[in-house]
């Protein structure tokens, strides 16, 4: 295969921060290429400068051979470039067809929009690709799976040559992701050039041709996925101490006594049923299932964004089942959502003022913030949680994936919460800011903090969780303590199947 895309001696800089550092490598012609390492390891910013969205301080891109300046996001789609992002660039006020061709409108002579050819090459795309949406469809109406998939068939339609995806698993269903790598199959036999970037390691080795590594902005090594396993790729990326801490089993069997946290016959239609649950003083439960099994639903009523039609919430036995959040927030309940940019953090707001948000009385007066507390409290969780900042005045949206999920974490142990409700807590994180985030739970959990921890990944239920109840179709189907929780069992029973049919 001849070479499609090459990097030479590319390095950027911002403030604080070498985000690149000479990093040369390059892709071929019509194969699958990962992209991976931890958050801040330089992905994202190299296919932002391929993007178009940054412009490199040092270097060239060469793009067939030839010397590419990309000046910005036109450009690069002109050079036959598009990316499919993580945090979908879609317009939900917009039907799925002016959403597929959103400033690439096809037009009549006359210079009006030719919807009827636009309707028709949108249909045969979503058909071509086995993608269940209509072109009519309000996308507000359709899942973010489904989203992410029209964002494909967006990038399809713009004729690109290379298409960047960047954590396109991390809102999908088992099924989605299959549609997707048919996808992308089928992409690259017509010769298009694929960089996929994820942190999930069983997906880089099932769809990648080549594999490679970047840590703290500078290129590690590029290696063909055969000749590698996961672990030699994990320890490259996380470091050996803390890829070790991953792949055992971290906790032993415990027991607990002391109910902090129970729920009782909780219903609400639709959503979820007939709910019962019990969290202990000091243990972490896991809740496993589909995404659409009424998970999120949930721990969102335990924190009280969502009022059950019936049933009972109690925190050391008390009803709560009337507090609002902020009460229930003051009972000592914290919670990290799924969708960490849109309700988890204030993005146009510093890192300091999105960890001390949760606490403004402790570092006010009259009604001004200190400055010099905010730097004390804000400073000392940066260090503890380990958060990649230059400092606390810099803006959130600088920062990783990982070190905002951890900017949410510092936020709400500012608050000493007593119980802690995670929602896909590593989803589009990297395998050592995960690790980091695991080990801190579980040094936190002795210390007396329980934790109920939602997650569709099989494997850090099994490494992490003292106790797991499969949840599927809204209701709570099985439980499994520590000594009985088998990968094969669990996942058949969240799908629906019998053990033997998986």
């Known amino acids: 295969m001849s070479e499609r895309i090459r990097f030479e001696n590319i390095s950027k800089v911002f403030p604080g921060t070498i985000a690149l550092d000479d990093v040369s490598f390059s892709i071929k012609r019509g194969e699958i290429h990962a992209i991976v390492g931890a958050n801040g390891a330089g992905k994202s910013t190299l296919m932002n400068i391929l993007g178009g969205q940054y412009k490199n301080d040092q270097g060239k891109v060469f793009i067939d051979g030839k010397q590419l300046a990309i000046t910005n996001p036109d450009h690069s789609r002109r050079a036959g470039i598009a990316v499919v992002y993580q945090e979908l660039k879609l317009c939900d ?16 002579k006359s210079g009006g929009m030719d919807w009827k050819k636009m309707r ?6 979503l058909k071509a690709f086995k993608i ?3 072109v009519n469809e309000m996308l507000s109406d359709l899942t973010i799976g489904k989203k992410q998939l029209v964002e494909i068939a967006k990038a399809v339609c713009l004729a690109a040559n290379i298409i960047i995806f960047d954590e396109p698993t991390s809102s999908l269903s088992m099924k989605e992701v299959k549609i997707l790598f048919d996808i992308i199959k089928d992409l690259k036999s017509k ?10 390691m069983g997906e880089v080795f099932e769809i990648s041709d080549r594999i490679t590594v970047l840590r703290d902005g500078k290129w590690v090594g590029t290696f063909n996925s055969a000749r590698v396993n996961s672990d030699q790729i994990v320890d490259m990326i996380a470091g050996k101490e803390l890829s070790a801490f991953l792949k055992s089993k971290s906790i032993e069997k ?3 006594a002391k109910v902090i946290l129970e ?20 243990e972490i439960l896991g809740i496993y299932g589909l995404q659409g099994a009424g998970r999120t639903e949930l721990i969102q ?7 059950p039609d019936e049933g009972k919430i109690k925190v050391w036995g008390k009803n709560i089942i009337a ?4 009460q229930r927030i003051d009972l000592g309940i914290a919670m990290v959502p799924e969708d960490r940019k849109g309700s988890g953090l204030f993005q146009n707001m510093t890192v300091g003022e999105n960890i001390i948000s949760a606490i403004p009385q402790g570092v006010e007066k009259l009604g001004l913030i200190q400055k010099g507390r905010l730097q004390s409290i804000a400073g000392d969780l940066i260090k503890n949680v380990k958060i990649k900042t230059y400092g606390v005045k810099q803006n959130i949206e600088k920062l990783s994936g990982g070190n905002q999920q951890k900017v949410i974490i510092a936020k709400w142990l500012a608050k000493k919460p007593k119980v802690f409700l995670l929602d896909e807590i590593s989803r589009g994180i990297d395998v050592g800011s995960k690790a980091e985030i695991f080990k801190m739970m579980q040094a936190l959990r002795k210390q007396g903090m329980s934790v109920i921890m939602v997650s569709s990944e099989i494997d850090e239920i099994l490494a992490e969780c003292d106790r797991t109840l499969i949840m599927r179709q809204g209701e709570i189907i099985s439980e499994f303590n520590r000594a009985e929780m088998v990968k094969k069992r669990m996942v058949a029973q969240a799908m629906g199947f019998e053990d033997e049919e998986l």
């Open 263 to 282: 729920v009782d016959g909780i219903s609400k239609k639709k959503l979820y049923k007939n709910v019962s649950l019990k969290l202990y003083e000091g």
């Open 254 to 256: 415990r027991t607990f």
């Open 132 to 134: 269940d949406v209509g």
């Open 301 to 307: 009523t335990i924190f009280g964004l969502l009022r």
């Open 191 to 200: 010769g298009l050039t694929i960089l996929f970037i994820s942190h999930r």
């Open 93 to 108: 006020n917009l039907t799925v067809v002016e959403n597929v061709f959103l400033g690439n409108e096809l037009r009549k």
């Open 323 to 326: 507090l609002k959040t902020k």
């Open 120 to 125: 028709a090459e949108a249909a045969k795309i």
